[in-house]
């Protein structure tokens, strides 16, 4: 048995020894609002893209890396259930502050210049920028509860803000010889929660270039609403296979964003509250990982926070499916997720805001790593969005939201097994990155009108993650 599979084996007989607390059905009623509440103040006060090779978490449970990470971010079935246990397995004997930082020093280049800079205060081109500076904070906080809560100043919007937010109860219990690790969580991003490398939160590439064109369209689980809103769900993964949750997000009003540095500008605001749901099933055979579900989010919205016309409602459903192999040395990783949004868009026409009353989009993301000795990956994506022609809604000079390209990664982790003697926890992702578009915003070539093609936006981009 291989050294991943005995530790997910502990992992697994850890959560079996714990019993079902008296206080479960109270914890499932708690009020949606209050938790929503507690989310946004818990982010705002320990503010001091992610839940990555945290050093705060190898300090805690005294495991390298590698445990719970093929190659940060992605995770191997220990980190999942570390992950869906609460973030509260021990192990370590750190007595230090629950502390970790993040900082992302990346260079830029484009095929094409960008005219008029790639950003306000940067260059046409070849920009170096601290993309990122994050601050983390959580681990465990009682026995069945952790929590992971992160802020950011983001380098290109020189704006500091809540970032990502994962706080969790969890527990596991015995049914008829069955066991069911369930668990509540309250979170700030739709698919956050989530521990397969399939959705949007989490999905190949893992960083992204901030000075680069990026398509115009993405349905909107895809990121849109990260910070503006808060959510409560309860799962429950059973018999280390089943995985099943059900929530629902509400927005965060505009003072409580803007206290929280979020940019409001532009929004179009859930009204309401909108339902998520995501199912899958994995099975764990040797050294093979092998999952398959669905996922969704499903919302009534004021398009760009107008009310006068009525609501927009959309719907996204998504399918996944990875496969590890985790091998020693060599491992691979294949991720693929399929979307697709039905967009009811007459509040948006009443306005002015789009030309059709109904609208479909559907995106793509596929990629394969491999990774040896959990210290170099090599990665191959390709990402895809199509769907209707909506000039007003998507604002392209063809009115296509259609775009496509690959995206080429190779990686250097040279401390997933530990770092240097003067600092363990030390980590680094070092990548080289390279996207490739054959088609940006519906066209090929003069995808602007104004003669500029889609292989201008060729971008070579270069990181260093470091964590520590």
């Known amino acids: 048995m291989s050294e991943q599979r005995r530790s997910t084996a502990r992992l697994a007989a850890h959560w079996r020894a714990r019993l079902l607390p008296a206080g479960l059905l109270a914890a499932l009623s708690l009020s949606l609002e209050l938790c929503l509440y507690l989310v946004a103040v818990i982010g705002g006060m320990a503010t001091p893209h992610m839940a990555v090779a945290l050093p705060l978490y190898a300090r805690q449970t005294g495991q390298p890396c590698a445990t719970c990470h093929t190659a940060f971010l992605e995770l191997t079935p220990f980190g999942r259930r570390f992950k869906l246990g609460g973030y509260t397995l021990g192990g370590g004997n750190w007595n230090g502050p629950p502390f970790a930082v993040m900082l992302q020093p990346t ?46 100043y983001d380098g290109v919007a020189h704006r500091f803000g809540w970032d990502n937010t994962d706080i969790r109860y969890a527990r596991s219990i015995d049914i008829g010889g069955h066991t069911l690790l369930w668990g509540i969580t309250a979170n700030n991003n739709p698919t956050v929660q989530d521990v397969w490398n399939t959705t949007p939160a989490w999905s190949f590439p893992f960083i992204s270039p901030q000075l680069a064109p990026m398509p115009a ?13 808060a959510g409560l769900s309860a799962y429950g993964f059973l018999d280390d296979i089943f995985y ?21 500008a532009g929004q179009s605001p859930i009204s309401g509250t909108a339902p998520y749901w995501r199912v899958a099933a994995e099975k764990n055979i040797g050294d093979h990982s092998w999952e398959a579900g669905t996922f969704g989010l499903a919302s009534r919205v004021l398009p760009m926070g107008l009310s006068q016309s009525g609501t927009d409602s959309f719907a996204d459903i998504g399918v996944d499916t990875q496969y590890q192999y985790l091998g020693d040395p060599h491992m691979v990783t ?31 993301n596929a990629s394969v790593s491999y990774i040896y000795n959990q210290t170099w990956s090599l990665s191959t994506g390709r990402v895809a969005v199509g769907g209707t022609t909506d000039a007003a809604l998507y604002g392209t000079a063809t009115g296509s939201p259609n775009s496509a390209g690959w995206i080429f990664e190779l990686a250097y982790l040279p401390f997933s097994h530990g770092g240097p003697s003067f600092w363990p ?44």
């Open 107 to 152: 260079f830029t280049n484009t095929q094409g210049a960008q005219p008029g800079g790639a950003a306000p205060g940067f260059g046409v081109n070849n920009n170096f920028v601290m993309q990122q500076i994050s601050l983390f904070t959580g681990g465990r906080i009682t026995e069945n509860s952790g929590a992971f809560i992160q802020g950011t």
């Open 217 to 229: 369209a993405t349905p909107f689980i895809n990121q849109v609403y990260a910070q503006q809103v």
């Open 244 to 264: 099943f949750e059900f929530g629902g997000y509400r927005p965060l009003s505009t003072n409580t964003q803007l206290a929280l540095g979020v940019d409001t």
């Open 334 to 364: 294949f991720r693929g997720a399929w979307i697709h949004e039905n967009h009811n868009t007459g509040a948006s026409q009443a306005l002015g805001l789009a030309d059709n009353s109904n609208d479909q989009l559907r995106s793509l």
């Open 425 to 468: 926890w030390l980590n680094f992702r070092i990548g080289l990155q390279y996207t490739h578009w054959t088609k940006f915003d519906g066209a090929t070539t003069n995808i602007d009108g104004m003669g500029r093609d889609a292989n201008a936006n060729n971008t070579f981009f270069v990181y260093v993650w470091t964590m520590f």
